[in-house]
């Protein structure tokens, strides 16, 4: 026998989770039963449980009337002292209110004839003169501005840098890109034309509408970033100049001429070592107005109450919400992410609530906690520890989390279906990494894989969850995830491609783990800091 194996023998003597009860209550958890759950949570009428949408709103109501129907007791207070299921929280979001450029008697819109970077806030219309100035480059030795007035105006330019004959870089030359050229250059040309004092810079950055299509397709779906969903009101880092990209066809508009002047002056510069002279010029107008709106929201707990230690309280979390409807309404249910997890809490939460219907309540209590906004930023799990924590953060003793299980990932495939990544179990507490192992050697047998507990892995999934919110605050946390996989974010993350034993397994093992946190006769040690 090694050294590790006695070590562990005497941690599992006299533990209390060891009873011939807990075995019973735990399997209470079964497969077929996390497939019930999940099938409503997961089904199309469930609109994907976007954050602030009406999905993620029923499928609270759901939630509330699992945890009602078990005898789980509701601990969040309303106004008028009620106590309630769901603790509700509101968020804010920027977004763009009128946004268009006017030139020609014709208005362009955002997201359907340009894209821009950066946060451009111009509440009121404001009229200005467009120019343009080639590919918008100062050098010694290529100077687009030379001899020109553009203050207070909306500049033009090419994307990327002139070339030679030989495909090198005019400005360089080499085969290396200067700095006017490659993904980024558009912030070396934005920056000078603000040093020059232009108003609005609009970049051609396609040749044609085929491409532009795609241009459009491709930054669009960056475009979320500029009206996240946040847990504070307030102003937001915008400027008044912005870089806006647009087709050729809309650049011609913009400088009052046809597309087949543009060209044939974009083709003169390719020809040339030097700028060329262009009166290439037009008026336009622009507006871009940014409003504020709010989006109400809440988390779903349920508790029992402990025994003789029932000011200490266990959470055992999951996120309920996922990313909703795209933009074709294809709808993603989110059966893996994390709709697996969800309905793990509930079938946990039924086997404490056997347990102590029948006497064997836990000396702890454990709180039961569903949260929203996950895949917003961690807000839901943010709101309760950081804002407004039901239960006394000084008085939760651990955090169990669980985010994505039931679904082999391409590491495991053709290898393993018995396993379960766990991270975070040693960051904050030596002895909750023993519980946790010794939990799973005597009950479970699962492979602990520790791939993403190594603080080096690219993927940080330490960060990427709700119990991250509880580990900041020095409250020691396992995060259980059986990894990534195709269907992560998309309309295939369907209930048919979930794996229910194993799911069964995996929460298996969380309630074994939960069984010692809350009966054990200590509250565990935070002895260590490994984040």
Same mark, same amino acid.
């Given at each position: 026998?090694?050294?590790?194996?006695?070590?562990?023998?005497?941690?599992?003597?006299?533990?209390?989770?060891?009873?011939?009860?807990?075995?019973?209550?735990?399997?209470?958890?079964?497969?077929?039963?996390?497939?019930?759950?999940?099938?409503?949570?997961?089904?199309?009428?469930?609109?994907?449980?976007?954050?602030?949408?009406?999905?993620?709103?029923? $499928? $609270?109501?759901?939630?509330?009337?699992?945890?009602?129907?078990?005898?789980?007791?509701?601990?969040?207070?309303?106004?008028?002292?009620?106590?309630?299921?769901?603790?509700?929280?509101?968020?804010?979001?920027?977004?763009?209110?009128?946004? #268009?450029?006017?030139?020609?008697?014709?208005?362009?819109?955002?997201?359907?004839?340009?894209?821009?970077?950066?946060?451009?806030?111009?509440?009121?219309?404001?009229?200005?003169?467009?120019?343009?100035?080639?590919?918008?480059?100062?050098?010694?030795? #290529?100077?687009?501005?030379?001899?020109?007035?553009?203050?207070?105006?909306?500049?033009?330019?090419?994307?990327?840098?002139?070339?030679?004959?030989?495909?090198?870089?005019?400005?360089?030359?080499?085969?290396?890109?200067?700095?006017?050229?490659?993904?980024?250059?558009?912030?070396?040309?934005?920056?000078?034309?603000?040093? =020059?004092?232009?108003?609005?810079?609009?970049?051609?950055?396609?040749?044609?509408?085929?491409?532009?299509?795609?241009?459009?397709?491709?930054?669009? $779906?960056?475009?979320?970033?500029?009206?996240?969903?946040?847990? =504070?009101?307030?102003?937001?880092?915008?400027?008044?100049?912005?870089?806006?990209?647009?087709?050729?066809?809309?650049?011609?508009?913009?400088?009052?001429?046809?597309?087949?002047?543009?060209?044939?002056?974009?083709?003169?510069?390719?020809?040339?070592?030097?700028?060329?002279?262009?009166?290439?010029?037009?008026?336009?107008?622009?507006?871009?107005?940014?409003?504020?709106?709010? $989006?109400?929201?809440?988390?779903?707990?349920?508790?029992?109450?402990?025994?003789?230690?029932?000011?200490?309280?266990?959470?055992?979390?999951?996120?309920?919400?996922?990313?909703?409807? &795209?933009?074709?309404?294809?709808?993603?249910?989110?059966?893996?992410?994390?709709?697996?997890?969800?309905?793990?809490?509930?079938?946990?939460?039924?086997?404490?609530?056997?347990?102590?219907?029948?006497?064997?309540?836990?000396?702890?209590?454990?709180?039961?906690?569903?949260?929203?906004?996950?895949?917003?930023?961690?807000?839901?799990?943010?709101?309760?520890?950081?804002?407004?924590?039901?239960?006394?953060?000084?008085?939760?003793?651990?955090?169990?989390?669980?985010?994505?299980?039931?679904?082999?990932?391409?590491?495991?495939?053709?290898?393993?279906?018995?396993?379960?990544?766990?991270?975070?179990?040693?960051?904050?507490? &030596?002895?909750?990494?023993?519980?946790?192992?010794?939990?799973?050697?005597?009950?479970? =047998?699962?492979?602990?894989?520790?791939?993403?507990?190594?603080?080096?892995?690219?993927?940080?999934?330490?960060?990427?969850?709700?119990?991250?919110?509880?580990?900041?605050?020095?409250?020691?946390?396992?995060? #259980?995830?059986?990894?990534?996989?195709?269907?992560?974010?998309?309309?295939?993350?369907?209930?048919?491609?979930?794996?229910?034993?194993?799911?069964?397994?995996?929460?298996?093992?969380?309630?074994?783990?939960?069984?010692?946190?809350?009966?054990?006769?200590?509250?565990?040690?935070?002895?260590?800091?490994?984040?």
């Amino acid at each position: 026998m090694t050294y590790k194996q006695l070590l562990l023998g005497a941690t599992l003597v006299g533990l209390p989770f060891l009873s011939f009860g807990q075995k019973k209550y735990a399997a209470s958890i079964t497969a077929a039963d996390l497939e019930k759950h999940l099938r409503i949570l997961a089904a199309d009428d469930m609109e994907g449980r976007e954050t602030g949408q009406a999905g993620q709103r029923k $499928a $609270a109501e759901y939630i509330s009337k699992q945890f009602a129907a078990e005898g789980l007791k509701p601990i969040v207070k309303t106004e008028d002292g009620k106590l309630v299921y769901q603790q509700p929280f509101t968020l804010y979001k920027k977004n763009w209110g009128d946004f #268009y450029v006017s030139a020609g008697g014709k208005r362009f819109e955002y997201l359907k004839d340009f894209v821009v970077n950066g946060l451009l806030y111009q509440p009121t219309e404001i009229a200005l003169e467009s120019v343009f100035v080639g590919y918008g480059i100062g050098e010694t030795n #290529y100077d687009d501005y030379a001899g020109r007035d553009v203050k207070g105006k909306a500049v033009v330019m090419l994307e990327g840098e002139p070339k030679t004959t030989g495909d090198k870089s005019l400005i360089s030359g080499t085969s290396e890109t200067s700095k006017w050229g490659g993904p980024n250059g558009w912030r070396a040309k934005s920056l000078l034309a603000k040093e =020059k004092g232009a108003a609005q810079v609009f970049i051609i950055s396609a040749e044609s509408p085929e491409a532009f299509k795609q241009v459009l397709a491709q930054r669009g $779906a960056l475009q979320g970033r500029f009206n996240r969903l946040t847990l =504070k009101p307030g102003a937001e880092n915008v400027g008044s100049m912005g870089v806006f990209l647009v087709s050729s066809e809309t650049a011609a508009a913009l400088l009052n001429t046809s597309a087949a002047t543009l060209t044939q002056t974009t083709a003169q510069l390719a020809q040339s070592t030097a700028p060329v002279s262009s009166s290439l010029a037009g008026h336009i107008s622009v507006k871009a107005d940014r409003v504020e709106e709010k $989006a109400q929201s809440s988390n779903v707990l349920g508790f029992i109450e402990g025994t003789d230690k029932k000011d200490e309280v266990l959470i055992v979390s999951a996120h309920y919400d996922h990313i909703g409807i &795209s933009a074709d309404g294809q709808v993603n249910n989110g059966a893996n992410d994390d709709g697996s997890g969800t309905v793990s809490v509930i079938e946990i939460a039924q086997a404490f609530a056997k347990a102590k219907a029948e006497g064997k309540g836990p000396r702890r209590s454990i709180l039961f906690l569903t949260v929203s906004g996950e895949e917003k930023g961690l807000l839901g799990s943010q709101y309760y520890a950081d804002m407004s924590p039901v239960i006394p953060l000084d008085k939760t003793v651990a955090d169990l989390n669980i985010d994505m299980v039931g679904r082999v990932d391409d590491l495991h495939k053709g290898k393993s279906d018995n396993y379960i990544y766990v991270i975070g179990s040693d960051k904050l507490s &030596s002895e909750l990494h023993t519980i946790s192992e010794a939990a799973n050697e005597k009950n479970v =047998k699962m492979e602990l894989d520790y791939k993403y507990n190594d603080p080096k892995d690219p993927e940080r999934i330490y960060y990427r969850s709700d119990h991250y919110n509880f580990a900041k605050h020095q409250i020691p946390i396992i995060f #259980y995830f059986n990894g990534l996989h195709g269907d992560y974010h998309k309309p295939t993350d369907d209930v048919e491609k979930i794996d229910f034993n194993l799911a069964e397994r995996s929460a298996r093992l969380v309630f074994y783990t939960a069984w010692e946190i809350a009966n054990r006769d200590e509250r565990l040690v935070v002895d260590s800091n490994k984040q």
